[in-house]
């Protein structure tokens, strides 16, 4: 049996980030059955290993180790004859938790694998699509790419920036066959909050913050319960790869996607609210 990676050259292909778990996942596993060339990275070895077992070819590939990201593009242009059809970033994480008791440091290591890896690959993928003369790059942002909320600065930073930054290279774009598309889920069914927790231990010094009660009455139990907070309107990944395909498969993909009805409501409402009714009826959320 050929390794995942030795597959046919007349498949589109496409390299995924963050496919360890949810959106990634689900992502690689249904259009692997579709028949793309599926090139599933994840930032753990292990978590690639598990992927190969399934026969889905998996690079190694970490936003903070820009290494990384050269190597697991190189064995994907190796595999392929040095094209790619597509590209989805979407590995992602949050660091809750007030502006005010955030470390800066918390802030550039997020920026490093949120917004400053995404574009460190999309400027090695554009080449390789220019070259061949088409090309798909979605990104997979986030209702906080448009919508703020409080306890959640570092990821919406983020998201706000990979929004703009998305934006002008599509708007760049326009007189080449690369088209750019942006995703915006809402709340998905994924293990975000469980890292989120981990992530929130780790920076957060919250028992000496001034805002140590409203930690422990509007955060910790969220953070620290599988259940509690479940949102009502939270959807599986497959919703996601729904408009994932389309982005990739349609004559002619959306700029946006959104994909819950929090992220359609929160459109709406950025529209014809002024700012300060929106931050309170988001402040109630």
């Not at 919703?239 to 709406?268: C, D, M, N, Q």
Request: aromatic letters at 8%; proline letters at 6%.
């Amino acid at each position: 049996m050929n390794h995942p990676l030795e597959t046919s050259l007349t498949k589109r292909s496409i390299l995924i980030t963050g496919c360890s778990s949810g959106i990634g996942r689900d992502a690689a596993q249904a259009l692997h059955k579709r028949g793309w060339q599926v090139f599933a990275s994840c930032r753990k070895q292990t978590d690639c290993d598990t992927l190969i077992a399934e026969g889905i070819a998996s690079p190694r590939l970490d936003y903070n180790d820009p290494d990384s990201i050269r190597t697991a593009l190189a064995e994907v242009l190796d595999a392929t004859g040095g094209t790619l059809d597509a590209l989805f970033n979407n590995g992602a994480y949050a660091i809750p938790g007030a502006v005010e008791d955030l470390p800066t440091d918390a802030l550039r290591t997020i920026f490093e694998a949120n917004f400053f890896g995404w574009h460190e690959l999309t400027r090695q993928v554009i080449p390789v699509m220019r070259a061949q003369g088409h090309g798909r790059i979605v990104q997979c942002s986030s209702v906080l790419g448009f919508i703020p909320m409080k306890w959640r600065g570092a990821y919406v930073a983020s998201k706000y920036a990979l929004e703009g930054l998305t934006d002008t290279l599509r708007m760049e774009m326009t007189d080449t066959p690369i088209r750019i598309s942006l995703i915006e889920p809402g709340p998905i069914t994924t293990r975000f909050r469980v890292n989120a927790a981990l992530e929130f231990d780790r920076w957060i010094d919250w028992k000496a913050s001034v805002r140590a009660d409203q930690y422990e009455r509007s955060l910790l139990g969220r953070l620290k319960s599988a259940t509690e907070g479940k949102d009502p309107f939270e959807l599986p990944p497959s919703a996601v790869t729904k408009r994932l395909i389309h982005a990739l498969e349609a004559a002619r993909p959306k700029a946006r996607y959104f994909v819950t009805v929090p992220t359609w409501g929160a459109s709406v409402l950025s529209r014809i609210l002024p700012t300060k009714a929106l931050d309170w009826i988001v402040g109630k959320g």
